[in-house]
Nanobody
Framework: QVQLVESGGGLVQPGGSLRLSCVASGIRFEVYGMAWYRQAPGRQRELVAKITAGGNTAYTDTMQGRCSISRDNARSTVYLQMNSLKPEDTAVYYC????????WGQGTQVTVSS
């Protein structure tokens, strides 16, 4: 059974930082690309960043250089470091991966507010 379990979300003040983690189980993590998406209330889910099995990264303009994706294959974990957070970054953040991005985590809530 494949599971992607996110953690690390929470309430943070504008300008703050968070590191999200996603632990994968039930798949050969090291052979798959992984990605982080987010979905704000009333909006479609959007891609934030992705990382290939080989560690190559790509980012959308969603967070405009304020985030960094990384992976630790030994821990079957993908991370999203987010800095200089803004209220508009408030969303549920989802981990995605597996063959053709087949699997999703349950999401972790990030709220940026003073």
């Amino acid at each position: 059974q494949v599971q992607l379990v996110e953690s690390g979300g929470g309430l943070v003040q504008p300008g703050g930082s968070l590191r999200l983690s996603c632990v994968a189980s039930g798949i050969r993590f090291e052979v798959y690309g992984m990605a982080w998406y987010r979905q704000a209330p009333g909006r479609q889910r959007e891609l934030v960043a992705k990382i290939t099995a080989g560690g190559n990264t790509a980012y959308t303009d969603t967070m405009q250089g304020r985030c960094s994706i990384s992976r630790d294959n030994a821990r079957s974990t993908v991370y999203l470091q987010m800095n200089s957070l803004k209220p508009e970054d408030t969303a549920v953040y989802y981990c995605n991966g597996g063959g053709q991005g087949a699997y999703w985590g349950q999401g972790t809530q990030v709220t940026v507010s003073s």
